[in-house]
């Protein structure tokens, strides 16, 4: 039933712990029909059709099936801040029809409901969607809007799904998380066969589950012997496994987006692997033997189409770093200084797009400390430190794998905008604007949102409130009276932001009650950082 899944939502939605997650989504796959667990985990696993109808409409459909004025619809939805809450709420009180639809579940609201109003003109649209939520009552109607504007989210990761379904099959979770990688069609035929004790996995395209690295935060020493570990380079750039199975290449990124067609340069490239190979590496821009900044890969990646030029602007390269896969044998298992060698032994010396990532040297933990420092001169993030006896594991376990970043690069600023946030905090100025000091004037420079306390964000609330000076549309201007230290993984020249500048990654690292707002850093001194970097 629909309502089944919208209770599973509430609970995933209403706990943090991680057990109490797994169970409930054990519960609810346990007793679904396969076509709706099929669904669910489609939406559970990030994945969502695009929107079918705009919000406009909706919002035009929304308050006349209510009654409420536009007017006081818009402060509904600024006081809640999540549209599909907002119309679920307005529309508590129309009784549910009970009709038998309202009693479908999940796949027949997704495949005879959602779908079929891609192609549907406005008029059908209206009426479908007011019927949906006269039939539905009021959690199943939040779910429904969720669903339809493509908005769904819940914060569970797919690692607890994979657990879920590991425990609910009975099949091993490194099997089931392999099977939920790449492209596949949520249908009760393909439920029953992820669940399959025995499968002949065919689908020569899908890509393994990436092994993630937690930060590491402590000394290195406290991981024992130097030689027990492998260090390479933290690369800045798009992770990714590059597959050559039955005479075709694919290559998928971590977030299970298939870019083949986007790195036409390493399609080609793969061709010259042995058949039955997946590498798992970086695309990098790379040219004349130098890394480039992630700023140029970013050129490529905001291209609806590659052009000759931009192709030779900026050409790319697979820095491979592991071998999953050889002469279509599984090597995850395998300890990790055997698949480095099968790797040097794979890759091809003349194959410039596809290339060995270097392995950094450091007899001491002093020694590849000192290797971190020059990370930046590589335009690397700092180190990974890899055990060399460990397997190639399902998602971020800790133990393994390290990623020894180098510190960020930090700088006073001065709060100078603020607007509301979304979601849970939409009543509360949560979104900043920054400036530096260019003379006497306060430029732009970056805008953070997270950092803070929940304390500190209702502290920085009651200051917007009380300190505003204008007005535009969502966006306050405040007196220029807060300093916050802010922190940033990297900087690059830009003529879209009135510094000139282009921060990566900004964060607040600290409020900084001890400073005034003159003593807040310049954009002079930022630039300096820019030349230095």
């Not at 069609?185 to 439920?191: G, T």
């Amino acid at each position: 039933m629909m309502r089944a899944f919208a209770e599973l939502y509430a609970a995933l939605d209403e706990t943090t712990r991680t057990n109490e997650k797994v169970a409930a989504l054990a519960r609810y796959l346990a007793a679904a029909p396969p076509a709706d667990a099929a669904w669910a985990l489609y939406f559970l696993s990030g994945r969502k059709p695009r929107q079918v109808i705009g919000s406009r409409r909706l919002s035009e459909w929304a308050i006349e099936a209510s009654g409420t004025p536009a007017w006081l619809f818009g402060e509904c939805y600024d006081a809640v801040g999540d549209f599909a809450e907002t119309v679920a709420l307005l529309l508590a009180d129309t009784p549910p029809a009970g009709s038998a639809s309202a009693r479908a579940g999940l796949a027949f609201w997704i495949e005879e409901r959602l779908l079929p109003l891609r192609e549907a003109n406005e008029a059908t649209q209206r009426a479908a969607v007011l019927q949906a939520w006269s039939e539905l009552d009021q959690p199943q109607r939040f779910l429904w809007n969720k669903l339809i504007t493509g908005g769904f989210r819940v914060g569970v990761s797919q690692r607890l799904v994979v657990r879920a379904l590991a425990q609910v099959s009975g099949v091993e979770d490194t099997v089931i998380a392999h099977r939920l990688m790449g492209d596949w069609v949520p249908s009760a035929d393909w439920y029953r066969g992820l669940l399959a004790g025995e499968r002949a996995d065919a689908d020569v395209s899908r890509p393994y589950p990436f092994f993630l690295a937690h930060p590491l935060e402590d000394d290195p020493a406290s991981l024992g012997a130097p030689e027990e570990w492998q260090a390479e380079w933290k690369w800045d750039g798009i992770r990714a496994q590059l597959i050559r199975r039955a005479g075709r290449s694919f290559l998928w990124s971590r977030g299970e987006e298939l870019i083949t067609e986007r790195f036409p340069e390493l399609a080609e490239a793969a061709a010259r692997l042995p058949d039955g190979t997946v590498l798992d590496g970086e695309v990098l821009p790379f040219r004349d033997g130098a890394v480039l900044p992630f700023s140029q890969l970013q050129r490529r990646i905001g291209r609806k189409q590659l052009t000759r030029k931009i192709l030779a602007e900026v050409p790319v390269a697979l820095f491979a770093y592991d071998l999953l896969e050889a002469e279509g044998r599984d090597l995850r298992s395998a300890p990790l200084h055997e698949r480095r060698a099968r790797l040097e032994q794979t890759l091809d010396a003349g194959n410039d797009a596809l290339r060995l990532s270097p392995l950094v040297a450091g007899r001491t933990w002093e020694e590849l400390a000192a290797a971190r420092e020059r990370s930046r001169e590589v335009n690397a993030e700092g180190l990974m430190l890899k055990r060399r006896g460990s397997p190639y594991r399902v998602g971020r376990v800790r133990g393994d794998w390290w990623k020894w970043k180098v510190a960020p690069y930090t700088v006073d600023a001065v709060l100078i905008y603020a607007q509301r946030g979304s979601g849970k905090r939409a009543s509360l100025y949560t979104d900043y604007t920054f400036g530096v000091w260019a003379g006497d004037t306060l430029v732009p420079f970056a805008r953070a949102y997270s950092g803070l306390t929940d304390a500190e964000i209702r502290e920085v609330d009651a200051f917007v409130r009380r300190n505003t000076v204008e007005q535009f549309g969502p966006v306050r201007t405040v007196r220029p009276e807060l300093v916050f230290e802010l922190a940033f993984e990297g900087l690059q020249p830009s003529t879209r932001h009135k510094a000139g500048i282009a921060v990566r990654f900004p964060r607040i690292l600290r409020w900084r009650r001890d400073k005034p707002p003159r003593e807040a850093d310049t954009l002079e001194m930022v630039r300096a950082m820019l030349r230095e970097g």
